[in-house]
Structure formats: structure tokens, C-alpha cells
């Protein structure tokens, strides 16, 4: 079994920061990559961040020299620095993982969602 959980959302004002965390705990063989997305209200969820256990990242434009993804892959886990938010940056957000469990299958998980508002 494999759980995601995510912290670190909250409320802040335009141009303050955030930093989310995801751990990744259960019958893990090997994670390929973990991500963060969001979903803000009537839109669908995308991709905001991700990274591969060799280190390559990919960001969403919106985000790019504002936000970095960072992996500690003793712990299994995700961090998203998030500085320079802006009112748009507003939704939920999902911390994502792609990996391979001790039984050798791979499988996609996902976390509960941690709700980022951003207003003054």
C-alpha cells in the first residue's frame, strides 16, 4: 500500500511565498517521479512541476523562475518552493507520484490535495 501526503498550503498575500511538501511512504521498490499539479476552480487540473529521480525537472510556463521542485529521494519525498505567488496561482494542489511498488508494478498515485489561496 502507498500513501501520499502533502503540507504546507495555506493562504498568502500576492508576491509572499509558500513551500509545499509530499511524502511518499508504503511498499515502494522505486519512484520514477513525483510532480506537483493544481486545479483551481472550473478548470481542469495540470501539471505544475516535476521531477525524475536522475534530477531532470519540467515546470508549466506559468510557474517557470518562480517555482522549483526539489527531491529527497532517501525520504521519498517533494518540496515546491513557490515564491513571487500571484492571484492565479490560487487552487488546489496535488502532489503526484509514478513508481514502482516491491511487487515490481508500476502504478501512478496521488495525494488528497492541499489548498493554496493567494489574495489581498
Known amino acids: 500500500q502507498v500513501q501520499l501526503v502533502e503540507s504546507g498550503g495555506g493562504s498568502v498575500q500576492p508576491g509572499g511565498s509558500l513551500r509545499l511538501s509530499c511524502a511518499a511512504s508504503?511498499?515502494?521498490?522505486?519512484?520514477?517521479?513525483m510532480g506537483w499539479y493544481r486545479q483551481a476552480l472550473g478548470k481542469q487540473r495540470e501539471l505544475v512541476a516535476r521531477i525524475t529521480g536522475g534530477g531532470s525537472t519540467n515546470y508549466a510556463d506559468s510557474v517557470k523562475g518562480r517555482f522549483t521542485i526539489s527531491r529527497d529521494n532517501a525520504k521519498n519525498t517533494v518540496s515546491l518552493q513557490m515564491n513571487s505567488l500571484k492571484p492565479e496561482d490560487t487552487a488546489v494542489y496535488y502532489c503526484?507520484?509514478?513508481?514502482?511498488?516491491?511487487?515490481?508494478?508500476?502504478?501512478?498515485?496521488w495525494g488528497q490535495g492541499t489548498q493554496v489561496i493567494v489574495s489581498s
Open positions: 503526484n507520484a509514478d513508481l514502482r511498488s516491491t511487487l515490481f508494478r508500476e502504478s501512478t498515485y
Open positions: 508504503g511498499s515502494i521498490f522505486s519512484i520514477n517521479a
